[in-house]
RNA sequence: GCGCUUGUAGCUCAGCUGGAUAGAGCAUCGGCCUUCUAAGCCGAGGGUCGCAGGUUCGAGUCCUGCCAAGCGCGCCA
């Protein structure tokens, strides 16, 4: 309806301009707007207001002439002039009738559109280091993500998602030395765990389940390992320098097989934990992308060999540069240290090119809020590449504090006291977690109540919207006891006794929801979701109790019923786009 | 110090990218279950949209300056 009000308004504007009462550059888009207040009509326009600067002309006159070239429309009852300059636009009831059949017609798939054109996004998520399972925070970047890759699915882009895994680096290494030295603990070594290891129990696992796989093989002593050691950070040393230098101490000792072993052992378990977890929280993944493929393949020095015949790498100070700040960074950034080895960024910049030649029109990488500062060299390295980095999209998330109740949940991730992923799902359930991770603007700080997410009240969310779709269910189960039949059919055929005012406040509701996807989707804001179904759940409560639906009456009973399904269907249709279930019963 | 983000009801947050009288939930107070699930509904109170300027027909929304909070500013990842 809103396009076809958009279009009869742009019929009317070409046709004053080419009557030259209106000048030609004019804008032809975003003119319509639903009306907040139902007094206002249904939709209104502010064009007359926009025009006035323009034109020189008084608002009002503008809105008259639009007004009188507009052309008849059997479903635009009135059109008023109002207030300023506004022009509003009272629709036939029976307008508002059609999307009910429509919702039935597309059944689960009603919301989607062909808006995307098929164009492909690749949307990278979560992507957090595999040294440890995955905590809390991760959780709402994985809510997010999944949410937004569903959301642009369903408006007709083709998604893939990807997970990149940061299977290189010092932090690797880190935990591949902290597993030995739990592993030489069950030999009954005297090993001093370094103060920057990773000392969660899952360290322990790991080294128990590699000494069932290879025995004795990885085994030195501690005492010569630890001899020549600079001293950690307890003992008044730098806990950097100790544990660098324990990690070189393995991989002399054990050499580069061995040590594979060792580093595959920690890295495969990690991994193949985020994958159960992210699976049994609703997040599915298309792609795993290794960054030591990037190394193997050559991509990174590939990457850097373009850069440098772009003339963007210099030297200085026995490292590799890249001029950043040549394409709007604060600093220019090294790509290759004094020691030879690549940076992070180097990999970085290699995995989005290798991004671009996958030939995706728009790639999105969804980071925590605290990446931010990396998103002008990751721009600049895009653009050295010879690519629009309009193509690149980064969404911040940002980290959620958790509360129980009043108290604030401390968490801190050196003492692997922090709270996982796996822990919130088994406290508060999938579903509520989330529902509540994308309840809020995803670039802004979140308070997550457990309690609040767990209490089976009414002041939870989520029960509320998935009540709405249980009492739906409930209604249709009373059929029978009650001796009553639905006819479908008929209930479309009766949609005009649907006049109360709860009524057709359902119905404008439901017929926003195509929009509303849209436009959560390219706002990539799934909240706007979250908000909508709480509202569309709020006016079915409302009407539960303002009226009976199974009532005597055939025509009016089937009409009610045909409604309360087509809301039931769009609640279904959001909460799948959420990966939140739809219960029939509660 | 510089950069990014944020500041809306007692609390947690929306506010459709500049529109008409700023909204919701919780909390507080008062009502509604012999009738389709009370995990629900109806009503009341509660606001200098951080502060001060500016832009224009119109600003919570845009621009500037302050104030406050968070994050970032490595040859870490």
């Given at each position: ?23 030609s550059d004019i804008p032809m888009k975003g003119l319509i707007e639903r009306c907040r207040d139902p007094q206002h009509g249904d939709f209104a326009t502010n064009l ?301 910049i290699a995995y989005h090119l290798l991004k671009l030649e996958k030939g995706f029109d728009q790639i999105i990488d969804v980071w925590g809020a605290d990446h931010h ?165 709020s006016e079915l409560h409302a009407y539960y109790n303002a009226h009976q639906f199974l009532v005597p009456d055939d025509a009016l009973r089937n009409a009610r019923m ?25």
């Amino acid at each position: 309806m809103k396009k076809r009000l958009e279009s009869l308004l742009i019929e009317t504007l070409s046709k004053l301009v080419a009557e030259a009462k209106l000048p030609s550059d004019i804008p032809m888009k975003g003119l319509i707007e639903r009306c907040r207040d139902p007094q206002h009509g249904d939709f209104a326009t502010n064009l007359a207001m926009t025009l006035a600067k323009p034109t020189g002309m008084n608002p009002k006159v503008i809105a008259e002439l639009i007004i009188e070239n507009l052309p008849k429309d059997p479903l635009v009852r009135d059109v008023h002039l109002a207030g300023p300059g506004f022009i509003n636009f009272f629709i036939d009831p029976k307008a508002q009738f059609s999307v009910i059949p429509d919702i039935l017609k597309a059944g689960d798939r009603f919301g989607h559109s062909q808006r995307g054109q098929g164009q492909r996004i690749q949307v990278e998520f979560v992507s957090a280091n595999p040294t440890g399972p995955l905590h809390v925070g991760h959780g709402r970047g994985a809510a997010y993500g999944a949410v937004v890759a569903n959301l642009l699915a369903a408006i007709g882009f083709e998604v893939e998602r990807e997970y990149y895994v940061n299977d290189a680096g010092r932090q690797m290494d880190i935990l591949a030395a902290s597993v030995w030295l739990r592993y030489l603990e069950t030999f009954g070594e005297p090993v001093v765990f370094p103060s920057n290891g990773y000392r969660g129990g899952y360290v322990k696992g790991i080294a128990e389940a590699l000494r069932k796989a290879v025995g004795d093989t990885l085994r030195h002593s501690a005492e010569a390992i630890s001899k020549d050691l600079p001293p950690d950070e307890p003992q008044g040393g730098d806990k950097e320098l100790h544990v660098d230098a324990l990690v070189l101490m393995a991989k002399s000792c054990l050499g580069e097989d061995h040590y594979r072993t060792l580093f595959d052992a920690g890295l495969n378990s990690i991994l193949e934990d985020i994958r159960e977890d992210l699976s049994a929280f609703g997040v599915h993944y298309d792609a795993w992308f290794s960054e030591r493929s990037l190394m193997e393949t050559g991509a990174v020095q590939r990457s850097l060999d373009r850069l440098q015949a772009a003339g963007f790498l210099y030297q200085e100070g026995g490292a590799t540069w890249f001029a950043s700040t040549r394409l709007g960074d604060e600093k220019d950034r090294v790509v290759v240290r004094e020691n030879g080895q690549m940076t992070y960024f180097a990999s970085d910049i290699a995995y989005h090119l290798l991004k671009l030649e996958k030939g995706f029109d728009q790639i999105i990488d969804v980071w925590g809020a605290d990446h931010h500062g990396y998103i002008p060299r990751v721009r600049a390295a895009i653009e050295a590449l010879g690519s629009d980095q309009k193509k690149l999209e980064v969404l911040l998330v940002q980290f959620a504090v958790l509360y129980r109740g009043e108290e604030k949940v401390q968490m801190s991730t050196r003492s692997g006291e922090f709270v996982t992923l796996r822990e919130l799902r088994e406290e508060v359930g999938k579903d509520a977690a989330r529902f509540f991770y994308v309840m809020r603007k995803s670039d802004q700080h979140m308070d997550f109540d457990l309690e609040l997410a767990t209490s089976k009240t009414n002041e939870n969310p989520v029960y509320y919207v998935q009540y709405a779709h249980a009492r739906v269910c409930s209604v249709f189960r009373q059929l029978d006891e009650k001796g009553l039949t639905f006819d479908g059919q008929q209930g479309l055929n009766e949609l005009s006794l649907l006049t109360e005012p709860h009524e057709s406040a359902l119905l404008v509701t439901l017929s926003r929801f195509q929009e509303l996807i849209e436009q959560s989707a390219l706002q990539h804001a799934p909240h706007h979701l979250v908000h909508y179904l709480k509202d569309l759940a709020s006016e079915l409560h409302a009407y539960y109790n303002a009226h009976q639906f199974l009532v005597p009456d055939d025509a009016l009973r089937n009409a009610r019923m045909t409604l309360i399904s087509a809301a039931r269907q769009v609640i279904a249709n959001g909460l799948r786009l959420l990966d939140v279930s739809a219960p029939e019963t509660m």
